[in-house]
């Protein structure tokens, strides 16, 4: 029975209508991108300058990064309200309408981009044209080493404020009523009152406390230096 000449002109429409389909997903979405003026200027120069469009520049950085690092580049935003630019219709009815509208850049890409994203992926191609960013190409290895090296640096960390509450704790205190003996000397400098250090020990002792009492030193104490000197001339006069 030769088939139904309606249910044929059906079946070769809707063939037609599925390759139509295909062609428009493989060239993608067309997005209007909002953004300010300056932005589009410096994305639309640097799209020239490689003989590439912007959909371009967008494609390469996000065949690149991974999302959750793209989500760390901050979004350039929209325009402010007074950036608009006049555009002039060129046909149709309205042919000649002088319309103020905000800043866009026109893209072509695969669907289910959202806008900043596109605004995040090409200000990265911005900065690394400006060499102000870099891409590094990083192993487990490489994450595990790094990784690592953070915990260390934490450990580290973690240790020097710990000595650094210790020697707050442990620190000198000035003498009340300043250095006015030996014994008030050989204090000073963490001796016993009854030591009897050569000038050798008490020449090391004073440059031990005073890289950390130092006025200029973290823990510097100008009281506790200005003893600590007294000290030395009274155990090792000039």
């Known amino acids: ?6 249910a044929t002109f059906a079946r070769e429409s809707a ?33 020239e300058k490689r003989s590439v469009s912007a ?11 991974p999302e959750d690092a793209l989500a760390l580049v901050p979004d350039p935003g929209e325009p402010a309200a007074d950036d608009r630019e006049v555009v002039t219709l060129r046909s149709g009815p309205s042919k000649g309408r002088v319309l103020r509208r905000k800043p866009r850049l026109q893209v072509r890409l695969p669907a289910g981009y959202a806008m900043a994203d596109l605004r995040r992926a090409l200000s ?9 960013q870099e891409i590094a190409l990083e192993s487990d290895a490489d994450k595990a080493a790094r990784a690592e090296a953070e915990r260390a640096g934490a450990r580290a960390s973690e240790e ?25 000397a050989l204090h000073a400098l963490g001796f016993s009152p009854y ?13 031990q406390l005073a890289r ?25 006069p000039f």
């Open 15 to 47: 063939a037609q209508g599925d390759g139509r389909a295909l062609a428009g997903e493989a060239r993608g979405k067309a997005y209007v991108v909002p953004c300010h003026s300056k932005f589009r200027d410096k994305v639309t120069a640097l799209a």
């Open 195 to 207: 030591a009897m250090p050569d000038r050798a020990a008490i020449r090391t002792r004073f440059r």
């Open 124 to 132: 990265l191609a911005l900065d690394l044209a400006a060499g102000e």
């Open 55 to 65: 959909g371009d520049l967008a494609r390469a950085v996000l065949l690149l990064m």
């Open 1 to 6: 029975m030769p088939d139904d000449p309606t």
């Open 160 to 184: 020097v404020d710990s000595l650094v509450r210790t020697i707050e704790t442990i620190r000198l205190r000035p003498l009340e009523k300043g250095v006015l003996s030996r014994g008030d």
């Open 212 to 236: 950390i009492y130092h006025p200029d030193a973290r823990f510097g104490d100008h009281v506790l230096m200005s003893q600590l000197n007294q000290a030395l001339e009274r155990l090792i």
